[in-house]
C-alpha cells in the first residue's frame, strides 16, 4: 500500500509542476512551438523530476535503512567491500543501504560520485561473501557506466516523441474527418480518441527500445563486475544462485536497477536478460 501512495502522490507532483511550468513559461499547446516545448516539458520534465528524486523514492519505497555508522560486523564489511569496489569502478563512495527482502539489489541516484546501492537482507543471508562482493561490483558498474542517468535520458526523449506524434497524428486524422466548422470550433472527440490511441501504441513500441537498452546494459554491467573482481567466476556464482531462487520484488520505477527481475512473458518486454544467457555470456567473456 505504501508503494502504491508513493506512486501516486509523486505522479501528481510531477504532473502539478510540470503544468506549473508550462504555465510560467506560457507554453500553449496549441500552436506547433508549443506543443514542442508541451512535448518536451511533461516527457523530459518527468523522467528527470523522477532521476533527481530516485534516491529518497528508492529509501521510502523500500524501507532501506542507509549505514551512517556500522552496526555489527557483517555491516562494516558490506561498507568496506563498497567501498573498494568503488575505487576500482572510479566513482565516489556511493551511500550504502540494507532493506527487508528477498535476494535482490540495486544502485540509483542522479550522479555517478553520489549514488545509492543498498542490498536485502536475502541476499546478504543466502549469498556466500564472494558472491555478494560480484553483486555490489555489478551495481557499481551502473553507477560507473552511467546508466541510470543514460536510461533516463533515453526515457525522457521517448516520453516526448511519443507525446509529440500522438497529438500531432490525432490533428491529421481529426482535420480530415472534420468538417470547416469543426475546425473552427478546435479538436472533435475523435481527436482525443485517436491521441489516446497512438499514445498507447507508441508508447508500447517506446517501452520495447527502453528495455532493449535495459537488457543490453545488463550484460555491459555483468563485464564490469567481472573485471573489478579479475574473474567472471564469482559473478556467473552470483547470478545461478539468484536462478535457483525467487527474485525479490522492486518498486515498478526502479526493477530496471535491479540486479534480477521475474522472467516477463516476452522477453522483449523484460528489463533482465533472461538468467542463462546472462550466464552463458559471461562464461564466454575474456578479460582484456
Known sequence: MRRIILFVVTNLAVVFVLSVVCRVLGVDSRSTGGLIGFALIFGMGGALISLLMSKPIAKWSTGAHVIREPRNSQEAWLVRTVEQLANQAGVGMPEVAIYEGAPNAFATGAFRNSAL?????????????????????????????????????????????????????????DRALSG????????????????????????????????????????????????????????????????????????ENMKAFGINDKPSWNELFASHPPMEKRIAHLQAFRLG
Open 180 to 251: 470547416d466548422d469543426d475546425r473552427r470550433r478546435g479538436p472533435g472527440i475523435g481527436y482525443f480518441v485517436i491521441q489516446m490511441a497512438l499514445q498507447l501504441v507508441l508508447g508500447v513500441l517506446a517501452s520495447l527500445i527502453v528495455m532493449a537498452f535495459s537488457r543490453k546494459r545488463e550484460f555491459a554491467a555483468d563485464e564490469g563486475s567481472a573485471r573489478y573482481l579479475g574473474s567472471p567466476t564469482d559473478m556467473i556464482a552470483a547470478l545461478k544462485r539468484l536462478a535457483s531462487g525467487e527474485p525479490g520484488v522492486l518498486p
Open 117 to 173: 546501492v543498498a542490498v536485502s537482507t536475502g541476499l546478504l543471508e543466502q549469498m556466500q561473501p564472494n558472491e555478494v562482493r560480484a553483486v555490489i561490483g555489478h551495481e557499481l558498474a551502473h553507477v560507473a557506466n552511467g546508466d541510470m542517468v543514460t536510461l533516463t535520458l533515453l526515457q525522457g526523449v521517448l516520453n516526448a516523441v511519443v507525446i509529440l506524434l500522438s497529438r500531432v497524428l490525432g490533428q491529421i486524422v
